[in-house]
């Protein structure tokens, strides 16, 4: 399946990518942070991947190639051809054995690529290694908590994700955290979709090349700000639509995951329509109800229907701890 060998001749063993779109205020941060791998684990390289910024991001990342023409590669478009299109682009230009992606926003902590590559080395069954990440506030710099707590659910509650598991919509990973075996991954990201490409794209890195593990530990901090994609309204309103034509690509190739898709689309519009009562919609919060129905997941259909009001308060992005422990202990 992998369109990549697993190393190039005279290639170092790891490639960090950064992705990245007008983000000029976030990146010589992100820089330097993936810079000071190489004070613990020099065999690297940095490739910058940018997507036709309008910012100056694209003449700071010449820049930095400029100063360290070693360690720093470039993937640079003339054009803005969307995430998926930029990763690919990144993911081509990679030379390593392993690849470690880094949102152009956020930043790596000392010590994190050697770490992941010892787990990997220890255990070349699996295809990728994951861990936590602090998530924070920008401007103010406000530390919000750990990625594990606030979205992470039960992929930091087991030691490894299978494709049964990544389908558990109880599982959550930031791509940031990742460092995954070259050799295992598809040839690049579905142009199809703008927001969830990253997760066919890991489910199927997955599903061919064997499981990510869980490395303890604290390596990245993510960055919340309001440039982030998930606070594009665009996504937002289209968040379902795509979420569920992933899950329909996976089950078109994956038919044994079926029972497991099935579930996770149920979710999907259980979220949806929590959403839609939340905020007053409650013919849309029935019609996705009836689909919930119409999925085969009759108790959950009822409860909702019982319950909407109650359960409508999870959708508040106040209580999403609360919201995240009742989906890790429920689903």
């Known amino acids: 399946m992998s369109a990549f060998p697993n190393r190039e001749a005279g290639a170092p063993r790891v490639s960090i990518v950064i992705v990245c779109y007008n983000q000029l205020e976030f990146f010589d941060e992100a820089i330097q942070g993936c810079l ?12 910058i991947a940018d997507d036709g910024s309008t910012d100056g991001t694209t003449d700071a990342a010449r820049q930095w190639a400029e100063r360290h023409p070693d360690i720093i590669r470039l993937a640079l478009s003339d054009t803005n051809g969307g995430i998926a299109a930029n990763m690919t682009a990144g993911l081509k230009a990679a030379r390593g054995e392993f690849v470690a992606w880094l949102g152009g926003d956020d930043v790596m902590l000392p010590g994190k690529i050697v770490r992941q590559v010892e787990m990997l080395d220890r255990q070349p069954e699996v295809s990728g290694c994951y861990h936590d990440a602090e998530v924070f506030e920008w401007p103010s710099g406000e530390v919000l908590g750990l990625f594990s707590r606030l979205y992470g659910g ?17 599982v959550q990973m930031l791509p940031s955290t990742l460092l995954v075996r070259r050799d295992r991954m598809p040839a690049g990201f579905d142009p199809r979709f703008r927001f969830h490409n990253d997760y066919l794209f890991d489910f199927e890195t997955i599903a ?47 038919p044994r995951y079926a029972s497991a898709i099935r579930r996770r689309e149920v979710y999907y519009l259980l979220l949806e329509a929590l959403k839609a009562h939340r905020r007053g919609d409650h013919a849309r919060g029935a019609e996705l109800t009836r689909a919930v129905w119409a999925k085969g997941a009759w108790g959950k259909a009822i409860a909702l229907k019982l319950l909407r009001r109650p359960l409508s308060y999870l959708a508040d992005p106040r209580y999403r701890r609360l919201a995240l422990e009742l989906r890790s202990r429920f689903g």
């Open 36 to 47: 000071a791998q190489a004070e613990t684990f020099s065999d690297l390289e940095i490739v």
């Open 154 to 170: 039960r992929a930091f509650k087991i030691d490894r994700v299978d494709a049964r598991r990544m389908l558990d919509p109880r």
């Open 208 to 254: 061919f090349g064997g499981p990510y593990v869980r490395l303890d530990g604290c390596f990245v901090r993510y960055r919340k700000h309001q440039r982030s994609i998930g606070k594009d309204k665009q996504v937002v309103s289209t968040l379902i639509e795509e979420n569920l034509m992933v899950l329909g690509a996976i089950t078109a190739r994956y």
